[in-house]
């Protein structure tokens, strides 16, 4: 049997056996096939643990690629240069640094002179080079939040349940009725009354993924890397339906594309494309939205198809605000306070609102008692005290609502909030 012939059958037998690789290696470069002897001294290598082995096999290897190296040099050129420095010889794809070689432009390099190579380092001849464009990800939120979570809201629930999450419980029904499951929300409403929360809210009752979507995955300052972003995150979502995209602050890249750049305008195009294009499908994609000032958003957003359905979220009523307070003091040192009497007197007062007033009070409290030295329990006098330095921030958003409704509401997109504000007119 041919010697090349069983030496290879050998370590294919024995993929492990690092002296079958350095032994075929051998006859390889016995027959001058250099780099095919290179090759598999380099395979013999990576498995070899054992140390004078692994410096016979290294020798070997230098002797190989030195060859290789020599064999595809020009007429004059010499393996180092004259001062002995150290260099490098190509063995596959890694470099072998070599020291002391005196300069030979034979055919053969004599084994004495080989002995006198000394491997300094064995290194990669490649290295991988990253591109400008950075890279955005975007996570998935394992937190679960329901309903059972948010206080008050009952209406906006209501909504919300036959709106949304009904169809993704009965996907058959609304199937038959070609009522496809997904398509986009758009929350607005007054700052600070729960729209990020209700949408988290949202996919826990839908047991859906929840991926909140953030600016700073989106913008690059690189020219076309922000609309890939936004591409690649609408993917993701198809890919792991069901699951819901949820944007805060949306008028900050779906903006009135009338009142922006060129560079914001083809984030908008995209973000049109992607919620509803020629070649996209949204089905069991969720895209929600919440924006403080949903007359800045693009009107294409704003159209059937795309962000459809629009919900007010509004300040909370008395009901959810005592539930508020309630959530807000658990587990501080607390004495009987009447949540029902600050409900009662933070009307118009957010979430937000309401968490200012118990952390105020809270400060007075605490200063009350390092001053005093004497220690107490929060009581209901210290927040109604704490209201008297605060107003519901709420108001403002409210009173320029009013002027979009009364004046931008041939569409009837905020009739919600038209009815709002008929109900509360004395107050705002």
Same mark, same amino acid.
């Given at each position: ?54 410096n016979d096999i290294i020798h070997e290897l230098t002797k =190989? #690629? ?42 053969? /390099? ?9 491997? %300094?380092?064995?290194? !990669? ?9 950075? %890279? ?70 839908? %047991? ?28 993701? =979502?198809?890919?792991?339906?069901? #699951? ?17 750049? #060129? ?40 159209? !059937? ?14 009901k959810a605000r005592v539930q508020i307070f309630n959530l ?14 600050? =409900?009662? %007197?933070?009307?118009?007062?957010s979430g937000a609102d309401i968490a200012n007033v118990v ?18 329990? /929060? ?28 004046? =931008? ?20």
């Amino acid at each position: 049997m041919d010697k090349l012939k069983w030496l290879r059958q050998m370590v294919d037998q024995n993929p492990n056996d690092s002296q079958g690789y350095f032994w075929l290696g051998k006859e390889l470069a016995d027959h001058h096939r250099w780099l095919e002897a290179v090759q598999t001294y380099s395979t013999g290598l990576s498995c070899c643990s054992d140390e004078a082995l692994r410096n016979d096999i290294i020798h070997e290897l230098t002797k =190989a #690629s030195l060859q290789i190296q020599h064999t595809t040099m020009d007429a004059s050129p010499s393996i180092i240069d004259n001062n002995d420095m150290a260099e490098s010889a190509i063995v596959g794809d890694c470099i072998v640094t070599v020291t002391d070689m005196e300069q030979d432009n034979l055919d053969v /390099i004599p084994d004495m002179q080989l002995e006198n190579l000394k491997i %300094k380092n064995l290194v !990669p001849n490649f290295k991988v080079i990253d591109g400008d464009a950075s %890279k955005k990800n975007i996570k998935k939120i394992n937190e679960k939040v329901t309903f059972a979570d948010v206080a008050g809201l009952d209406d906006l629930k209501k909504t919300i349940n036959l709106r949304i999450i009904s169809p993704f419980y009965n996907k058959g029904l609304f199937a038959k009725f070609r009522k496809k499951v997904g398509g986009g929300v758009l929350l607005y409403g007054p700052p600070g009354c729960g729209k990020t929360y209700i949408a988290k809210a949202t996919a826990g009752e839908c %047991k859906a993924n929840f991926y909140p979507v953030h600016i700073t995955d989106i913008l690059d300052p690189y020219i076309g890397v922000s609309e890939q972003n936004l591409k690649a995150i609408f993917d993701k =979502a198809r890919f792991q339906k069901p #699951s819901i995209l949820f944007f805060d602050e949306v008028d900050t890249i779906g903006m009135s594309r009338s009142q922006t750049t #060129s560079h914001v305008r083809g984030i908008i195009d995209t973000f049109l494309t992607e919620m509803e294009g020629v070649d996209t499908n949204n089905d069991e994609v969720l895209v929600m939205a919440a924006t403080n000032t949903p007359w800045d958003v693009d009107s294409a957003l704003k159209r !059937p198809g795309r962000f459809d359905r629009l919900i007010f979220v509004a300040p909370p009523d008395e009901k959810a605000r005592v539930q508020i307070f309630n959530l807000k003091l658990k587990g501080r040192f607390v004495e009987n306070i009447d949540t029902t009497l600050l =409900a009662s %007197k933070t009307q118009f007062f957010s979430g937000a609102d309401i968490a200012n007033v118990v952390e105020i009070a809270t400060e007075n409290v605490l200063e009350e008692i390092l001053l005093s030295g004497n220690e107490r329990p /929060i009581n209901t006098d210290d927040l109604v005290m704490a209201l008297q330095e605060l107003q519901p921030s709420t108001l403002d958003w409210l009173r320029t609502a009013k002027n979009y409704v009364k004046y =931008a509401n041939q569409s009837g997109l905020y009739n919600d909030v038209e009815k709002y504000l008929r109900t509360y007119a004395r107050y705002i």
